[in-house]
T-cell receptor, first 115, second 114 residues
């Protein structure tokens, strides 16, 4: 893909499970993002990290917990999800957060199904 | 909201034809970007046009921007079956600290028939 990898690519979990999504970027970027993509809805920004610091939480429910141990890795910890959380979760990175003139590079996404 | 909104929602053409997709937005922007997404995959950046630019080309892609009408168009010339994908416009605002946010539309699903 584009230097941003995500694992797993597919995940099926029950509402009481705990799982984590992983994102890694090999581009030397300093900003990383989590997006949620649901059918027939615009891409929704969830979280932003810049130089490992969380700078944006877009009113995301606490059952989604992000973690950014360094500028190259981003996790999304999931617990007690709801069926409506089923979606494609996309990770992206960019050079830095503040330079909107730069493009974002996306990973292939994790297709999450909550049963 | 500065959300981009693409039009049409779906477009089906024959290989070799040109495809035009439009994007409208609501507030002033720093730049507008177009992305492509193949089914169930990540988005791939195609082209960025700044608010002081009116037209930009990249290979078979031509993007125009009319800030007075708050609209942009993406033209793909001589389309190929491999161009089949969803196309999204994304706007980056010019309002101070929100600059970094990209706001995406719902996308246009382009199908190019061989």
């Amino acid at each position: 893909e584009t230097g941003v990898t995500q694992t797993p690519r597919h995940l099926v979990m029950g509402m009481t499970n705990k799982k984590s999504l992983k994102c890694e970027q090999h581009l030397g970027h300093n900003a990383m993002y989590w997006y949620k993509q649901s059918a027939k809805k615009p891409l929704e920004l969830m979280f932003v990290y810049n130089f490992k610091e969380q700078t944006e939480n877009n009113s995301v429910p606490s059952r989604f917990s992000p973690e950014c141990p360094n500028s190259s890795h981003l996790f999304l910890h999931l617990h007690t999800l709801q069926p409506e959380d089923s979606a494609l979760y996309l990770c992206a990175s960019s050079q830095t957060q503040r330079e909107s003139w730069r493009e974002q590079y996306f990973g292939p996404g994790t297709r999450l199904t909550v049963t | 909201s500065q959300q981009g909104e693409e039009d049409p929602q779906a477009l089906s053409i024959q290989e070799g034809e040109n495809a035009t997709m439009n994007c409208s937005y609501k507030t002033s922007i720093n730049n507008l970007q177009w992305y492509r997404q193949n089914s169930g995959r990540g988005l791939v950046h195609l082209i960025l046009i700044r608010s002081n630019e009116r037209e930009k080309h990249s290979g078979r892609l031509r993007v125009t921007l009319d800030t007075s009408k708050k609209s942009s168009s993406l033209l793909i010339t001589a389309s190929r079956a491999a161009d089949t994908a969803s196309y999204f416009c994304a706007t980056a605002g010019d309002s101070g600290g929100s600059n970094y946010k990209l706001t995406f539309g719902k996308g246009t699903l382009l199908t190019v028939n061989p």
